[in-house]
């Protein structure tokens, strides 16, 4: 079965940090850019970040940039998500997907697409 499954999630206080995970399970990542997605109750899903399939190029929304960091480990068959200075408004359900290439500021042509993991931010 071909999937992918994000972990990590959870409640963190303002100012904390959390590291998510996008594993692969089914097939390789290899050759797949990631893009890692969020959607707050009652909002559009937006694009986080997305890293190539090389890992040698990234790119973050102007609302994270600074804060988070997104990585490969293709040995692992897993993406990172490494989201520090956690606000409130960073509170939603993370997705990762597998994706054709990055964009100059998201991602194109997700083919697999995990469940999500949720993240909330709150004191």
């Known amino acids: 079965q071909l999937q992918l499954v994000e972990s990590g999630g959870g409640l963190v206080q303002p100012g904390g940090s959390l590291r998510l995970s996008c594993a692969a399970s089914?097939?390789?990542?290899?050759?797949?850019?990631i893009g890692w997605f969020r959607q707050a109750p009652g909002k559009e899903r937006e694009g986080v970040s997305c890293?190539?399939?090389?890992?040698?190029?990234?790119n973050y929304a102007d609302s994270v940039k600074g804060r988070f960091t997104i990585s490969r480990d293709n040995a692992k068959n897993t993406v990172y998500l490494q989201m520090n200075s956690l606000k409130p408004e960073d509170t939603a359900t993370y997705y990762c997907?597998?994706?054709?290439?990055?964009?100059?500021?998201?991602?194109?042509?997700?083919?697999?697409w995990g469940k999500g993991t949720l993240v909330t931010v709150s004191s």
């Open positions: 997907a597998a994706a054709h290439y990055c964009t100059a500021k998201g991602s194109y042509g997700m083919d697999y």
């Open positions: 089914g097939f390789t990542l290899d050759y797949y850019a």
């Open positions: 890293i190539s399939s090389s890992g040698g190029s990234t």
